[in-house]
């Protein structure tokens, strides 16, 4: 089966990469150090410290194979060479509501979404809803609270 997209702005991309070399050079270092310096406390059955450094880097190996399996599936979202008549991945999209109020966000990956900072994924519920729509277009999306009614008032 093949491995599911992660679409990556170039500087999401960039993001992730110097996480994964800090990862590697850096956190695996600290990590190994501390659990030498648990073991010559002597014995590790009873050893918080030890259990500590073994749990961490339990999660440094695991978040550093997480990383390496996104960039291996990255797809690298290249506004420059997209059309910007229709919302697609990597859209900046102003929206209205009830031609009052305008939220403008850009259509991310999942792996990139942060909503306080108005990056919103192509998997949520408004990213789904804005997906192959145009300037006019309106959508209504279902969100826990009720539905949302938005119109489209620019793309780029």
Do not use: C, W
Request: proline share 3%; glycine share 8%.
């Amino acid at each position: 089966m093949a491995e599911k997209p992660i679409f990556l702005t170039p500087e999401g991309r960039a993001k992730l990469e110097a996480e994964l070399e800090q990862l590697k050079t850096v956190r695996r270092a600290q990590v190994a150090e501390r659990i030498h310096s648990a073991k010559e406390e002597g014995d590790i059955t009873e050893n918080s410290a030890y259990d500590e450094a073994k749990n961490e880097q339990a999660f440094v190996e695991g978040r550093i194979l997480t990383i390496e399996q996104m960039l291996k599936n990255a797809v690298i979202i290249n506004n420059a060479t997209r059309a910007s008549d229709s919302v697609g991945i990597g859209s900046y999209v102003t929206v209205s509501e009830h031609n009052h109020s305008t939220e403008t966000y850009q259509i991310v990956g999942s792996a990139e979404a942060d909503p306080t900072r108005g990056r919103i994924s192509n998997e949520s519920p408004i990213g789904r809803a804005l997906l192959g729509k145009r300037v006019g277009d309106e959508v209504h999306v279902k969100i826990p609270d009720g539905v949302r009614h938005l119109k489209i008032v620019a793309i780029r």
